[in-house]
Every structure is written in structure tokens, then in C-alpha cells.
């Protein structure tokens, strides 16, 4: 089984300031790793994705995430957050099936980041 | 990149009638979808999973006789929300499965009255 734990439900930063939105995880299989970004009524766009390769990840807009094994972590972070990334994010883990199979994903509870001016 | 197109995008439907819900894989071949609800300030719920051509597998506690999903093609999957009622309006997402990872569609907002 596996499960994902993101702490806080809602992270407010300046515009400018570091984002850290936090994800921990639960799986008996080496994980792969996932955040998405939801904006109101809309999909899940990929930001970036962990499959066993290099632990410090880097996706689009600026956002990376380091995977942490023996914390069993997988934090996304931006060093300057932009008024645009105000939006709900998820992280997500996948019990990587193997080949071209990434399982199914669990999601977390998702965190909603506000940027103030 | 790959695109998954799923229409419509919002749906008012009275209870008792059905809705169907249609993702397709515009640029890539999606050996299997999962569809997903979302209730208003919650995350993602998986309800099943489907294969090209075989039976969806459905997580614990869907009904697959409400929420029939077909996934004739491999670019192709419809949910079809049977008999709705207003406890089943939700945001229904679909997901597709490529070589290369998951995409998802840009989700369904059903309204049931």
C-alpha cells in the first residue's frame, strides 16, 4: 500500500519569498514521485516527476523537488514565488509497475499556496 | 506534448438522466485511463482503471453499474454516469497513460439538479 502525506492544507508567501510546500510518503516499493499543480476547474499539469534517477528533481517554472529516502520525503520548493503560482498543489506516488507502467497514483490531500503582493 | 481532450468541460443535468463524460488522447496512444472524482476542496479519489478493450477495474465502494466506463480504443475512454442524482455532482477527471507518464484531462464540472 501506499500513501502520501502533505503537510499543511494552505501555505501563504510573499511575492518574492521561498516556496516550500512539504510531501511525505508511504510505499513498500521504490516509489515514484510526482507534483501537479490544479488551477480553479481546471486538470493537473505535471511539474515535475521522480523515477529512481537523480534525487534533486527540477520542473517547469522554476519548482524542483529533492526526493529524500531515508526521510521518506519529497518537498517542492521555488526560490521565488511568482503571483501566477497561486494555485492548489498535489504530490502523488505511483507504485511504478514497471516497464512503461507507472501504476496507479494515490494523491495527497493537496496544499493551496497563496502569493501576496 | 501529450494532450487528452475531455469533454464537456461542464454539464447540468437533471436527476435521473445520464451523462457521459468522453477523454481522448489526441497525440499518443493511452494504454490505460483512470478516471477520478473530486469533491469541491478535496483531492483526487480514484473510482477506476481501465485497459483498451478489457473490463475497467473499479476501486472499492464505486458502483460500476452507476459509473459505466468504456475504453474501446486506444485513444478513447467515456464514463457514462448513470441514473445521476445530485450526490454524484463532482469534478470528474480523467487520466492517461503513455509511454511516458500520466496526462490528464482538464476535467468535467457535472451539476446534477
Known amino acids: 500500500a501506499q500513501s502520501v502525506t502533505q503537510l499543511g492544507s494552505h501555505v501563504s508567501v510573499s511575492e518574492g519569498a521561498l516556496v516550500l510546500l512539504r510531501c511525505n510518503y508511504s510505499?513498500?516499493?521504490?516509489?515514484?514521485l510526482f507534483w501537479y499543480v490544479q488551477y480553479p476547474n481546471q486538470g493537473l499539469q505535471l511539474l515535475l516527476k521522480?523515477?529512481?534517477?537523480?534525487?534533486l528533481v527540477k520542473g517547469i517554472n522554476g519548482f524542483e523537488a529533492e526526493f529524500k529516502k531515508s526521510e521518506t520525503s519529497f518537498h517542492l520548493t521555488k526560490p521565488s514565488a511568482h503571483m501566477s503560482d497561486a494555485a492548489e498543489y498535489f504530490c502523488a506516488v505511483s507504485d511504478g509497475s514497471g516497464g512503461t507502467s507507472y501504476g496507479k497514483l494515490t494523491f495527497g490531500q493537496g496544499t493551496i499556496l497563496t502569493v501576496h503582493p | 506534448g501529450a494532450v487528452v481532450s475531455q469533454h464537456p468541460s461542464r454539464v447540468i443535468c437533471k436527476s435521473g438522466t445520464s451523462v457521459k463524460i468522453e477523454c481522448r488522447s489526441l497525440?499518443?496512444?493511452?494504454?490505460?485511463m483512470f478516471w477520478y472524482r473530486q469533491f469541491p476542496k478535496q483531492s483526487l479519489m480514484l473510482m477506476a482503471t481501465?485497459?483498451?478493450?478489457?473490463?475497467?477495474?473499479?476501486e472499492q465502494g464505486v458502483e460500476k453499474d452507476k459509473f459505466l466506463i468504456n475504453h474501446a480504443s486506444l485513444t478513447l475512454s467515456t464514463l457514462t454516469v448513470t441514473s445521476a442524482h445530485p450526490e454524484d455532482s463532482s469534478f470528474y477527471i480523467c487520466?492517461?497513460?503513455?509511454?511516458?507518464?500520466?496526462?490528464f484531462g482538464s476535467g468535467t464540472r457535472l451539476t446534477v439538479v
Open positions: 510505499s513498500s516499493v521504490p516509489p515514484y
Open positions: 481501465s485497459n483498451e478493450g478489457s473490463k475497467a477495474t473499479y
Open positions: 521522480y523515477t529512481s534517477a537523480a534525487t
Open positions: 487520466s492517461a497513460q503513455g509511454s511516458y507518464g500520466y496526462t
Open positions: 497525440d499518443f496512444q493511452a494504454t490505460t
